[in-house]
């Protein structure tokens, strides 16, 4: 199957089927903020800025990597950066991979003309390296779009359960060391739903990436959404077996905050994403550690329809995470993150 195909199969599952986890959740419901009925501050005051690479954003809200290559991903994506200038947030495009090799797409990943000022992410998978790819291929994808950054995904478990799937993963961390080394733009590397362990955090920082976005397990299943697509009943099995796989949202970035103080690296940026839908959903991750909170699939149907639906999203997870800081007492990201704010149930 082609990769334009498979791509918009993707867009369709995600639209039109049920592809949540059936029982994980993200864990961040285990948490919750002391409310403070004397805050003392003034909610016109909270800020939710963050900076991260060097840029100052008005929200730690990402909008996660999702799709390109097709027609429709182009209208998508467009309607999604339209929305992250406006917001002045952060973007992260679906994998590049379509572009590399089909010149005819490349326009459905660019979008620098609507969102000259986004920080913006391309994104290659990088079991590639395995199948070809080099740092040549992650320049081309940096300047495919004007990117800021370059997002890798892991996703290995997409990969054993699609027909086509590439599952030769052996030796990749030399070859993510080697592009964090030789590409000079940031690098970031995210799973794409199933979490990130100590062990690959501490793999990951010691390889020389710039930031891990967790990608957690609690929203969307990719397994789920591969059996929605597989040809036989043997592959829909497959993946139907690993429906609830994976770490939740919360316990990775826990994990990932605490291996990052073990090696003394508070330099590396954190990213939360996996199952995020709501502002206090967003808040609470970054109370936990994260730098910027990505959401997929609220933004995706917002895109569908467009720019301002995605605009009016934004703006509604910015006021509840802001609303959430104001009843904590706390006027700005540095006050969230403080011991007392963000309580785990026992």
């Not at 079991?127 to 800021?148: K, L, P, S, W």
């Not at 940031?186 to 362990?197: D, L, N, Q, T």
């Not at 316990?251 to 939360?272: I, K, M």
């Not at 995605?310 to 007492?329: D, H, K, N, P, Q």
Request: aromatic share 6%; glycine share 8%.
């Amino acid at each position: 199957m082609s990769i334009d195909q498979r791509k918009a199969d993707h867009i369709r599952i995600n639209v039109t089927e049920d592809v949540q986890f059936p029982n994980l959740t993200t864990g961040l419901e285990r948490y919750h903020f002391m409310h403070q009925a004397l805050p003392e501050i003034n909610l016109g005051d909270v800020s939710t800025a963050v900076t991260v690479f060097g840029r100052r954003l008005h929200s730690p809200l990402l909008v996660s990597s999702m799709t390109g290559g097709t027609e429709q991903a182009g209208f998508i994506n467009r309607n999604l950066a339209e929305a992250a200038q406006a917001q002045r947030v952060a973007m992260g495009v679906g994998s590049q991979r379509a572009g590399i090799e089909h010149n005819e797409v490349r326009q459905t990943f660019r979008v620098r003309d609507v969102a000259p000022n986004v920080l913006l992410f391309a994104n290659l998978g990088a079991v590639q390296f395995n199948y070809g790819y080099t740092v040549d291929q992650c320049r081309r994808a940096v300047e495919m779009i004007d990117a800021d950054a370059l997002i890798l995904h892991l996703n290995p478990l997409q990969e054993a359960v699609q027909p086509e799937g590439d599952v030769n993963w052996r030796g990749l961390l030399g070859k993510i060391a080697d592009v964090c080394a030789r590409l000079r733009k940031p690098v970031i590397v995210k799973e794409v739903g199933w979490g990130i362990s100590a062990q690959t955090a501490r793999r990951l920082i010691e390889a020389g990436v710039s930031a891990i976005d967790v990608a957690g397990a609690g929203g969307t299943s990719w397994s789920q959404v591969e059996m929605h697509r597989a040809p036989t009943e043997r592959l829909r099995r497959l993946a139907g077996a690993f429906a609830d796989w994976g770490i939740p949202t919360a316990e990775s970035l826990v994990t990932a905050g605490r291996v990052r103080a073990e090696l003394g690296r508070p330099d590396v940026h954190l990213f939360a994403s996996g199952g995020i839908r709501s502002g206090q959903d967003v808040a609470k991750c970054v109370a936990l550690g994260a730098d910027l909170v990505g959401l997929a699939s609220p933004f995706l149907k917002a895109a569908m329809e467009s720019a301002e639906a995605v605009v009016e999203e934004m703006e509604l997870l910015t006021a509840e995470a802001r609303i959430a800081m104001f009843c904590s007492g706390a006027d700005d990201i540095e006050a969230l993150r403080k011991p007392g704010v963000l309580v785990e149930e026992e």
